[in-house]
């Protein structure tokens, strides 16, 4: 069944290869991106790509990684950006750039204006909303807290950065973000943790053996020009 599927799919990136435009005048892409990454990538990247190339259509999903990787390996996307490592070895895993994660807080909390470092035992009474489990970034807190003996206190999930974010700048509940997302977004401030959540790699993700077409080429070099080793 497995070597089917290959076939089927090594059948599609012929049929694909058959109508690809080199000079990029016509055709299409399928983009994925995590949704830390929506409000901070997707609007520049989208923009200077669509005004360099305007007859490519682009077909943009916003997914948990476990999702993007799943398209993926089914052929159903070009190129994602989530987090290095991948998980499944059907993926390949560019690294784009590091980020930094920090507790973030409105500007009416009683942080907002703390410039030394929270202590884990604080962050730990520290009333937060955050992405539920099925989001590496949940995850990635939770990996963090758990070798820091940290029981975190999380009173709200959900499964969209909107909301937290709107959340956040409107209450008196803290998050953990990326450091990018708060300084895109108005009325939000990074504080600083002790010990502070090591740093995570940005990646571009793709099919292993999967066909380039000039669009999905294109793509990939104006993202690493870009945002490549710089967050």
Known sequence: ??????????????VRAIHDVAELSRGSLRFAVTPTYTASLVGPIVDGFHQLHPGIRIDIRELTQDQMEAQLADDKLDIGVAFHPAFSA???????????????VGRSHPRASRRKALAGHDFGKEPLVLLNETFATRRFIDQ???RHSIRPLVVIEVDSIGAIVEIV??????????????????GLHPVPLDPPLPTRTAAVLER???????????????LTEQFGKSA
């Open 169 to 186: 700048r409107r209450g008196q509940l803290a998050t953990v973000l990326p450091d990018h997302i708060a300084r895109v977004q108005e």
């Open 208 to 222: 292993k053996g999967a066909y380039r077409t000039a669009a999905t080429r294109a793509f990939l070099q104006l």
């Open 90 to 104: 059907d993926i390949e895993c560019q690294p784009l750039f590091e980020e930094t994660l920090s507790l973030v």
């Open 144 to 146: 963090h807290c758990a």
């Open 1 to 14: 069944m497995r070597y089917a599927k290959l076939a089927l799919q090594d059948l599609d990136a012929g």
